[in-house]
């Protein structure tokens, strides 16, 4: 299936590894030109169609540079914004700090960014925003209680953004992942391992058998969902919440 992405552009944040690194391969085998913005860009896979950019996305500066280059060439058609996770821990007993500090990093960039470049999007009357998530937003996940609040508000964020700019032909959603194989997983993994006394293989099975596929997705079968929503063909898609998780998440 032609995609009819051909000659569009893209930002995609955490670009380096992962879901990110995923997403970015995948845009650009459709022909787009992905800028593949990222902290540590050395980590970044070298390959036609993708332009390093380097951002930190804990820095209001190194922000504001990013949507200045990216406005100097011109915008883009399809935003994914994408970023890591807090560390791990209960809800109960965080301290205020922590709830900012979190917010700061993992949703004000996103909002920033997307606000800088939704002006071009709409000027043109075509544009894609995909937000890379959590299945904490639908089903929380036990002991990532900094994780599960903020990008459940990220999720209404989301929403309320897919009805403001529906009219102006861009579409505004959301993908989750459920248990897929990148270092992101392989660290919580770990960390269970370390806390439970179990080892990090029989975690790992215990995990498996509770994915109804039995298996960790790949990262480029995750991509290849960002992609399709980034498409013409996904027009009618907006203001959603797409799950990618081997229907691990329980709930309707």
Not at 60 to 67: D, E, G, P
Request: proline fraction near 4%; charged fraction near 15%.
């Amino acid at each position: 299936m032609d995609l009819g992405l051909s000659g569009k552009k893209a930002l995609v944040l955490g670009a380096s590894r992962g879901l990110g690194a995923a997403t970015a391969q995948a845009l650009a085998a459709e022909g787009v030109t992905v800028f593949a913005a990222a902290r540590n860009i050395s980590a970044l896979t070298q390959s036609e169609g993708i332009k390093p950019i380097q951002v930190d996305l804990a820095d209001k500066q190194s922000i504001a540079a990013l949507i200045d280059t990216i406005q100097a060439e011109g915008g883009v058609d399809i935003l994914v914004n994408n970023g890591g996770g807090p560390k791990a821990g209960p809800a109960q007993g965080q301290p205020a700090g922590a709830w900012t500090g979190a917010f700061e990093v993992m949703a004000l960039p996103f909002f920033a960014i997307t606000d800088a470049l939704i002006g071009g999007m709409i000027e043109k009357g075509w544009g894609r925003i995909l937000t890379i998530g959590s299945s904490g937003i639908v089903q929380p996940i036990p002991n990532l209680g900094l994780s599960n609040g903020i990008r459940g508000a990220i999720a209404g964020w989301s929403k309320t953004l897919a009805n403001e700019v529906a009219p102006h032909g861009i579409t505004v959603n959301m993908v989750i992942p459920g248990r897929v194989a990148t270092d992101r997983l392989q660290e919580l993994d770990s960390g269970r391992a370390e806390r439970t006394g179990a080892s990090l293989e029989d975690v790992q099975a215990a995990s498996r058998a509770e994915i109804p596929v039995g298996r960790y997705g790949r990262p480029d079968e995750f991509g290849a969902v960002v992609a399709f929503l980034a498409s013409q063909q996904a027009s009618y898609i907006t203001g959603s919440i797409i799950r990618v998780d081997g229907g691990l998440i329980k709930g309707l």
